[in-house]
């Protein structure tokens, strides 16, 4: 199966440690979005990437959020010094990089945080 | 006035009905829009996208976009229980961008 992989499917932290969430693109997809889902609300784009850059980071809190998308490897979405607020579902999607489905985009299965 | 607006719901249909869910949007710069299905619990699933005014059909699935109007909506024939879910639209302003997302709308499908 070549879709969308996220690691872990759920996380359990306590407030004040980090958290790491893991993505892998579709296969031939260069394009990374990170979208968070905080219970009983919508969808919110978080930040854009392609390899070793980050495009569009418009979403992202100010501060204790990071993420990359290494030339080698998983995009990372790092969360530090959690709290309760931020306990949510973490999606990860991925797009190809050209062609008229180039917009289109696909999501991983989610990781579910759990701030203690 | 929100990004990309949808009734919450839920709507429910009965078996063997057409489900009309419908959306708008307050960008007249978007350019690409998307249905996508979620299940309690899960994540988003792509049922179609669409680009240009009028309709484009999928199988039991048909999508309408008005760009004067600024709407979109997704036809579901033939509903069936498995299609009980919420319904998200996206909005995507230029190529390669964030989606911006509507709450959705539940839709329940009664047997």
């Known amino acids: 199966n070549a879709g969308v992989m996220q690691n872990p499917r759920h996380l359990v932290r306590r407030r004040g440690q980090e958290a790491r969430l893991r993505c892998s693109p579709m296969k031939g997809h260069s394009h990374v979005y990170w979208y968070r889902q905080l219970p009983e609300e919508g969808l919110k784009f978080m930040v854009y990437?392609?390899?070793?850059?980050?495009?569009?980071e418009s979403g992202m809190p100010k501060e204790r959020f990071s993420a990359e998308f290494p030339k080698e490897g998983p995009s990372i979405l790092r969360i530090q010094q959690v709290v309760r607020g931020d306990s949510a579902a973490y999606f990860c999607?991925?797009?190809?990089?050209?062609?008229?489905?180039?917009?289109?985009?696909?999501f991983g299965p989610g990781t579910r945080l759990t701030v203690l | 006035q929100k990004e990309v607006e949808q009734n919450s719901g839920p709507l429910s249909v009965p078996e063997g009905a057409i489900a009309s869910l419908n959306c708008t949007y307050s960008d007249r710069g978007s350019q690409s829009f998307f249905w996508y299905r979620q299940y309690s619990g899960k994540s988003p699933e792509l049922i179609m996208f669409i680009y240009s005014n009028g309709d484009k059909e999928d199988g039991r699935f048909t999508a309408q976009l008005n760009k004067a109007s600024q709407y979109v909506s997704l036809l579901i024939r033939d509903s069936q229980p498995s299609d009980s879910a919420t319904y998200l639209c996206?909005?995507?302003?230029?190529?390669?961008?964030?989606?911006?997302f509507g709450a959705g709308t539940i839709l329940r499908v009664k047997s």
């Open positions: 990437l392609q390899k070793e850059n980050i495009i569009d």
């Open positions: 996206a909005v995507n302003m230029e190529y390669g961008n964030k989606l911006v």
């Open positions: 999607a991925s797009s190809p990089l050209t062609g008229t489905m180039g917009a289109t985009q696909y």
